[in-house]
């Protein structure tokens, strides 16, 4: 399965007001703490890969939450944030994180994001403050990789309909964007 993501930054204000006034479906508001490891055996910044573990809360919840691990493949497209994502749920991230570490993987950073998402016709659309690097809307939908083309099409789409500009598109990830702050 391939993610086809889009992502430009905005100010979310004025993009609520559009997605109100599209009758876009509100979703939940989520926190989310996002730390990547760095492999012993290659550089996931030389390749264009990602390895993470994602703990997601509610953002009105106190408690755990839920715990996943993401592999990120290379991007596959030079006009998105398309690329090949295998993610999986996981019981104890203090856990996972010790496998992690028994293997030689080392925490390399972590990026803290409230993300208010949204649906509207089959692409989720999500509202980003990312802490320490500002705010974004990313759109985004899975697709079989001989549908990209026309996720990413519509993906653009979804963006001008919202007021925004898919030439101010960021292919760079929140991770970088964080360690370049």
Partial sequence: ???????????????????????ADPLATVVQEDTYYDAPHRSFPDTDEALRIRRERRRDDSGDG?????????????????????????????????????????????????????????????????????????????????EIDAARDGAFDVLERLGLDPDEQLRTSYLELALEG
């Fill in 66 to 146: 839920i715990v996943r691990i993401t592999y990120k493949g290379p991007l596959v497209d030079d006009d998105s944030k398309t690329r090949e994502e295998v993610e999986t749920g996981v019981d104890d991230a203090e856990e996972m994180a010790a496998i992690l570490a028994n293997l030689g993987f080392d925490p390399a950073a972590t990026v803290q994001k409230t993300r208010e998402r949204f649906a509207l016709e089959g692409y989720t659309i999500t509202l980003d403050v990312v802490d320490g690097v500002g705010e974004f809307v990313e759109v985004e939908t899975e697709t079989d990789e001989d």
């Fill in 1 to 23: 399965m391939y993610e086809v993501e889009v992502k430009v930054p905005a100010e979310l204000e004025s993009v609520r007001d559009r997605l109100a006034e599209l009758e």
